[in-house]
T-cell receptor, first 117, second 119 residues
Framework: DTEVTQTPKHLVMGMTNKKSLKCEQHMGHRAMYWYKQKAKKPPELMFVYSYEKLSINESVPSRFSPECPNSSLLNLHLHALQPEDSALYLC????????????????FGPGTRLLVL | AQKITQTQPGMFVQEKEAVTLDCTYDTSDQSYGLFWYKQPSSGEMIFLIYQGSYDEQNATEGRYSLNFQKARKSANLVISASQLGDSAMYFCAMSYRGNYGGSQGNLIFGKGTKLSVKP
């Protein structure tokens, strides 16, 4: 069983809606990630939080707004999305090993399947 | 620049047989990690196995083993005694220290190999 949970599992929204994706991890990890995955493609990194601070933003459009309320929670706020934003959104977490970063294993949640109409 | 290549878009294997999924990588870094993830149709990315660039022995985890050949820059996944539940997409990934100032290991993924296990 995964220790990274994501809600909702499925989301359908219109282009004018505002919605949020939620992620929670129970492993005491201090780094959390959002990925976007289109069908039949590998995941693409969107954001990284380290110790609740945004450390990486991969030039993601401002209609995606991440938030890390505490070390175990990660949100992704969605506003005015486009149909091409329809994808699987994956959350992941890792220990945050500092200089041993290349040894870090990222553990993923089950994902949220988003459809923008 | 880092790159992961998986040349097999799809593979078939008979149940109970072994299968090898290919992965080659390119990096100028001395320190890096190599990972394999399994993604069933449900969507979750499941961590399978890890190999560090300085690890001298090949990693093993149950039915999974990683055939690490550093000079050839390959990190093939071997699944022994395939089961129907092994049918999924498999991604090879590499971690590296990014240039962002952060200390997290960044991951880049290959395009994946879709494995189908036949009864």
């Amino acid at each position: 069983d995964t220790e990274v949970t994501q809600t909702p599992k499925h989301l359908v929204m219109g282009m004018t809606n505002k919605k949020s994706l939620k992620c929670e991890q129970h492993m005491g990890h201090r780094a959390m990630y959002w990925y976007k995955q289109k069908a039949k493609k590998p995941p693409e990194l969107m954001f990284v939080y380290s110790y609740e601070k945004l450390s990486i933003n991969e030039s993601v459009p401002s209609r995606f707004s991440p938030e890390c309320p505490n070390s175990s929670l990660l949100n992704l706020h969605l506003h005015a999305l486009q149909p091409e934003d329809s994808a699987l959104y994956l959350c992941a977490s890792s220990q945050e090993l500092g200089r041993l970063a290349v040894k870090e294993t990222q553990y993923f949640g089950p994902g949220t399947r988003l459809l923008v109409l | 620049a880092q790159k992961i290549t998986q040349t097999q878009p799809g593979m078939f294997v008979q149940e109970k047989e072994a299968v090898t999924l290919d992965c080659t990588y390119d990096t100028s870094d001395q320190s890096y990690g190599l990972f394999w993830y399994k993604q069933p149709s449900s969507g979750e990315m499941i961590f399978l196995i890890y190999q560090g660039s300085y690890d001298e022995q090949n990693a093993t985890e149950g039915r999974y083993s990683l055939n690490f050949q550093k000079a050839r820059k390959s990190a093939n996944l071997v699944i022994s005694a395939s089961q129907l539940g092994d049918s999924a997409m498999y991604f090879c990934a590499m971690s590296y220290r990014g240039n962002y100032g952060g200390s997290q290991g960044n991951l880049i993924f290959g395009k994946g190999t879709k494995l189908s296990v036949k009864p």
